[in-house]
T-cell receptor
Framework: KAGVTQTPRYLIKTRGQQVTLSCSPISGHRSVSWYQQTPGQGLQFLFE???????NKGNFPGRFSGRQFSNSRSEMNVSTLELGDSALYLC?????????????FGDGTRLSIL | EDQVTQSPEALRLQEGESSSLNCSYTVSGLRGLFWYRQDPGKGPEFLFT???AGEEKEKERLKATLTKKESFLHITAPKPEDSATYLC??????????FGAGTQVVVTP
């Protein structure tokens, strides 16, 4: 069974640009969550999507947005990039989300801002 | 505010030298506690879920336990391939995971 797939694996952008990251969940999984991982802050929750609707949101500015498609694939967009947005962005999927289901992570997209 | 604290930050073990990692949490109503393993350049890999005090789960050389205020991950007779960062996380009622900072484990032959 294929795991969570994230593309691209690496991305280099400059300040002020925008970026879109993609995530394909495990087949049959309908909940997709996004996390940001940095050395200073660790893993922090961005948002969760289920059935094409944002169901939960973390404490990130509005420059961070996402969406989910009918096939459960998800994209995350960051606009007006700042140096502090350099991080590993991780996507995780679970069957239907909620507190009782483990989330399975992809290997992330490493975003570097110059 | 919910908090998850892991200790120690780093642990260096000789092959075969058993040890334990700690994850303490302060949450208003624990829904689930999760342990993950993360290798460099990879995403976290799910290990265990624990839901209630007294619960234990085992997988190969790893055993996770849960009390009302903390969880332990015991590594028995570790091998070099057990070297990784071990992360614990607690879940809120929506399934949002709040992670600790992790314990970096290095096992030397």
């Amino acid at each position: 069974k294929a795991g969570v797939t994230q593309t691209p694996r690496y991305l280099i952008k400059t300040r002020g640009q925008q970026v879109t990251l993609s995530c394909s969940p495990i087949s049959g999984h309908r909940s997709v969550s996004w996390y940001q991982q940095t050395p200073g802050q660790g893993l922090q929750f961005l948002f969760e999507y289920f059935s094409e609707t944002q169901r939960n949101k973390g404490n990130f500015p509005g420059r961070f947005s996402g969406r989910q498609f009918s096939n459960s694939r998800s994209e995350m967009n960051v606009s007006t990039l700042e140096l502090g947005d350099s991080a590993l962005y991780l996507c995780a999927s679970s069957l239907v989300g909620g507190p009782n289901q483990p989330q399975h992570f992809g290997d992330g997209t490493r975003l570097s801002i110059l | 505010e919910d908090q998850v604290t892991q200790s120690p930050e780093a642990l260096r073990l000789q092959e075969g030298e058993s040890s334990s990692l700690n994850c303490s949490y302060t949450v208003s109503g624990l829904r689930g506690l999760f342990w993950y393993r993360q290798d460099p350049g990879k995403g976290p890999e799910f290990l265990f879920t624990l839901y209630s005090a007294g619960e234990e789960k085992e997988k190969e050389r790893l055993k996770a336990t849960l009390t009302k205020k903390e969880s332990f991950l015991h590594i028995t007779a570790p091998k070099p391939e057990d070297s990784a960062t071990y992360l614990c996380a607690v879940s809120d009622s929506w399934g949002k995971l709040q992670f600790g900072a992790g314990t970096q484990v290095v096992v030397t032959p």
